[in-house]
Antibody, heavy 122, light 107 residues
Framework: QLQLQESGPGLVKPSETLSLTCTVS??????????WGWIRQPPGKGLEWIGS???????YSNSSLKSRVTISVDTSKNQFSLKLSSVTAADTAVYYC??????????????WGQGTLVTVSS | EIVLTQSPATLSLSPGERATLSCRAS??????LAWYQQKPGQAPRLLIY???NRATGIPARFSGSGSGTDFTLTISSLEPEDFAVYYC?????????FGGGTKVEIK
């Protein structure tokens, strides 16, 4: 059974870079053309798609965050990662990694990590 | 960017009643719309994909319909565990976008 697990610091200082990793188990990140995604949810608010990546490294990201977002993949570790630079309090959120139902498409997300709360505060 | 508008923001209903949730897109999605359920402290759960297909393990009381710009999620008879927040999401065009959510609460 496919499982995803987010990891990274729970507290980041303003203006610094948020770094998270999603570790995939129960399946290979490079077995098919899935667009592995990052989604976030500020406390008490809705869901926001951050970006997605293919195992080949092709990425798409939210234009409102694009200049600050870097998504990468490490197939040898079966992981993909998110970096968000110059964070502010507005970036405080639960961050989820997810895998869509279908291949070769941004997709609808069937598999989700449990989420990790990242707080931006000095 | 495609904007998804969900209505109503809150739906107050009793167990056993029928729930009808709406999602309207700013441009045509064909059928590339999904519905998710989210309970407090949990990750979203995929209910419906491509407008009308139930995801694995989703009860038959959940159904989706619509195409183009207007979509509906129907819960035929609310069970106690169905009170939650529901989101729609489109995969028609990058960037992927979510609606703002509808909270289904107990009346």
């Amino acid at each position: 059974q496919l499982q995803l697990q987010e990891s990274g610091p729970g507290l980041v200082k303003p203006s610094e870079t948020l770094s998270l990793t999603c570790t995939v188990s129960g399946g290979s990140i490079s077995s098919s053309n899935y667009y592995w995604g990052w989604i976030r949810q500020p406390p008490g608010k809705g869901l926001e798609w951050i970006g997605s990546i293919l195992y080949s490294g092709r990425t798409y990201s939210n234009s409102s965050l694009k200049s600050r977002v870097t998504i990468s993949v490490d197939t040898s570790k079966n992981q993909f990662s998110l970096k968000l630079s110059s964070v502010t309090a507005a970036d405080t959120a639960v961050y989820y990694c997810a895998r869509p139902l279908g291949v070769n498409t941004g997709g609808h997300f069937q598999h989700w990590g449990q989420g990790t709360l990242v707080t931006v505060s000095s | 960017e495609i904007v998804l508008t969900q209505s109503p923001a809150t739906l107050s209903l009793s167990p056993g009643e029928r729930a009808t949730l709406s999602c309207r897109a700013s441009q045509s999605l064909s059928s590339y719309l999904a519905w998710y359920q989210q309970k407090p402290g949990q990750a979203p759960r995929l209910l419906i994909y491509d407008a009308s297909n139930r995801a694995t393990g989703i009860p038959a009381r959940f159904s989706g319909s619509g195409s183009g710009t207007d979509f509906t999620l129907t819960i035929s008879s609310l069970e106690p565990e169905d009170f939650a927040v529901y989101y729609c999401q489109q995969r028609s065009t990058w960037p992927l976008t979510f609606g703002g959510g509808t909270k289904v609460e107990i009346k």
